[in-house]
Nanobody, 122 residues
Framework: QVQLIESGGGLVQAGGSLRVSCAAS????????MGWFRQAPGKERQFVAT????????QYADAVAGRFTISRDNAKNTVYLQMNSLKPEDTAVYYC???????????????WGQGTQVTVSS
């Protein structure tokens, strides 16, 4: 059982940066791969990034590769998403998720946070 709470969302100008965080209240955080997904109004939830249990491997959606960085601090039970060079099309609710395996498919994750809103103005 894992409880996930996202934070750090807000308003930012295009070209700016923002870091969102996901804190896990459950134990054995290091046993879970973590992922970030996002969902804009009227659209399906979309894969953003994922990271393995130890943080040794990461994967990104093409739309964010080179601009976003996922990382984790197992001592703090927290995963981060650093977002640079933000674009208006990055505007969405960002969700973190925990699962047995890392990957781009949301069905592979077992636990989800409530989401944090990121809005990028033009």
């Amino acid at each position: 059982q894992v409880q996930l709470i996202e934070s750090g969302g807000g308003l930012v100008q295009a070209g700016g940066s923002l870091r969102v965080s996901c804190a896990a209240s459950g134990r054995t955080f290091s046993n879970y791969a973590m992922g970030w997904f996002r969902q804009a109004p009227g659209k399906e939830r979309q894969f953003v990034a994922t990271i393995t249990r130890s943080g040794s491997f990461t994967q990104y959606a093409d739309a964010v590769a080179g601009r976003f960085t996922i990382s984790r601090d197992n001592a703090k039970n927290t995963v981060y998403l650093q977002m640079n060079s933000l674009k208006p099309e990055d505007t969405a609710v960002y969700y973190c998720a925990a699962g047995t395996y890392s990957g781009a498919i949301e069905g592979g994750y077992d636990y989800w946070g409530q989401g944090t809103q990121v809005t990028v103005s033009s």
